[in-house]
């Protein structure tokens, strides 16, 4: 078999705009799938860099926070034309699925959002989504623990968020744990100062319950949703769930339903799954929060790769960084878990049949445990809005 060139052709800067744009129309299916295309046309079949290259940078990004196969292609399009050419071939990955979200937020706040025809098949499609987070906590975390240390962070930092400590100290104190690993005292020390800190931050402030007006919407604010959620996205595009949640729902801008509303349409579009933030800004700020949580949402996915484009091997190439990265992974796997059980709580509520309920979820969950492929998704959020009906 000949050995495809290691440097991608020469192509102009519309046409790259356009290949990458195909590819955003054909991004269905999540990120696996997402990876897949782009392994196929870039270094199967057009030998852009050799197979050991491209596995040893998906290895990179899927330590580094964002959506990998976004930040693929904004690294291939440097690769092709410099910067600007990441820019480019970026901005045409996610365009189609942010016009289309855009085009489902419009519709669901004009059309959809408190019809009562709507409300069953809504309520099904949320519990069906449940399931999927809950396979996808899972699937997390299998790659993510790997020792019992990081099953202790993962299950502190569920604690610590169902308790309302403020997320960052589960994340430095997962991290700094993790990195000290081989100086027990060190260790200790850290979780003693994240303990103190976690007390201190309780008696500070209580976070507002879901659904009450903590503070006045503002485009900043929405922006700095989305930054949160993409500088936090270790180990895939679900862990951004619980930090744009937090600052949209936890603020009373959105409800838990609508929220969950918004990631079952981000599974069935093709879209990076982070794009279920703009559904999220449409929905409390209309256009422009739209645009300011998305800008937020998908800077660091640029970023990382303008910016750190000749340094992104080397970044992790140190021991204590990796160690550092994997126990944030381990302390962000926690919040999603605990996230999922609030979210949980909150459809319960809403449910009448509380059995079917059970049932609806269950068989998702089946769903989602034992099929495989980029259809699973659609199907499950297909099976919620076809029995959603007698849940109320």
């Given at each position: 078999m000949q050995i495809a060139p290691s440097r991608p052709p020469v192509i102009g800067l519309i046409a790259l705009f356009l290949k990458f744009l195909?590819?955003?129309?054909?991004?269905?299916?999540?990120?696996?799938?997402?990876?897949?295309?782009?392994?196929?046309?870039?270094?199967?079949?057009?030998?852009?860099?050799?197979?050991?290259?491209?596995?040893?940078?998906?290895?990179?990004?899927?330590?580094?926070?964002?959506?990998?196969?976004?930040?693929?292609?904004?690294?291939?399009?440097v690769l092709a034309?410099?910067?600007?050419?990441?820019?480019?071939?970026?901005?045409?990955?996610?365009?189609?699925g942010f016009c289309l979200m855009l085009l489902v937020g419009w519709l669901y706040v004009s059309?959809?959002?408190?019809?009562?025809?709507?409300?069953?098949?809504?309520?099904?499609?949320?519990?069906?989504?449940?399931?999927v987070i809950l396979r996808a906590v899972v699937r997390i975390g299998q790659h993510v623990i790997e020792d019992r240390l990081l099953a202790a962070i993962a299950v502190a930092a569920a604690i610590a968020t169902l308790i309302g400590i403020p997320f960052w100290i589960p994340l430095l104190v997962g991290g700094g744990v993790y990195a000290a690993m081989a100086r027990p005292a060190m260790m200790i020390a850290i979780?003693?100062?994240?303990l103190v800190a976690a007390v201190g931050a309780m008696g500070i402030a209580t976070p507002a319950p879901a659904g009450s007006m903590a503070q006045p919407l503002t485009i900043l604010a929405l922006?700095?949703?989305?930054?949160?959620?993409?500088?936090?996205?270790?180990?895939?595009?679900?862990?951004?769930?619980?930090?744009?949640?937090?600052?949209?729902?936890?603020?009373?801008?959105?409800?838990?339903?609508?929220?969950?509303?918004g990631v079952a349409f981000a599974n069935v579009i093709p879209a990076p799954l982070v794009i279920f933030a703009t559904f999220v800004g449409f929905v409390a700020g209309?256009?422009?929060?739209?645009?300011?949580?998305t800008l937020g949402m998908f800077l660091p996915a640029f970023a990382f790769s303008l910016l750190f484009f000749e340094r992104l091997e080397r970044i992790v190439d140190a021991p204590s960084l990796r160690h550092?990265?994997?126990?944030?992974?381990?302390?962000?796997v926690g919040i999603i878990a605990a996230t999922f059980v609030q979210l949980a709580v909150a459809t319960g509520a809403r449910i009448d049949a509380v059995a079917i309920g059970g049932i609806l979820f269950a068989v998702a969950l089946g769903l989602a445990w034992r099929l495989k492929g980029g259809w699973v998704t659609p199907v499950i959020v297909g099976v919620g809005a076809v029995t959603g009906w007698a849940l109320l």
């Open positions: 195909r590819f955003g129309c054909l991004a269905f299916g999540g990120p696996v799938a997402q990876i897949a295309m782009l392994r196929q046309a870039l270094v199967e079949e057009e030998g852009w860099i050799d197979r050991g290259r491209f596995n040893r940078l998906l290895a990179v990004l899927q330590i580094l926070p964002g959506p990998e196969a976004h930040e693929l292609c904004v690294h291939f399009g034309r410099g910067r600007v050419g990441g820019l480019l071939a970026g901005l045409g990955f996610m365009l189609p059309v959809v959002q408190g019809s009562v025809g709507f409300g069953g098949i809504l309520l099904g499609i949320q519990v069906a989504i449940l399931a979780g003693m100062v994240g922006f700095l949703a989305g930054l949160k959620g993409g500088l936090l996205t270790f180990g895939g595009a679900y862990t951004a769930i619980p930090y744009v949640r937090a600052d949209t729902v936890g603020r009373g801008w959105i409800g838990d339903a609508a929220f969950l509303d209309g256009l422009t929060g739209a645009l300011a949580i550092a990265l994997t126990g944030v992974a381990a302390a962000v």
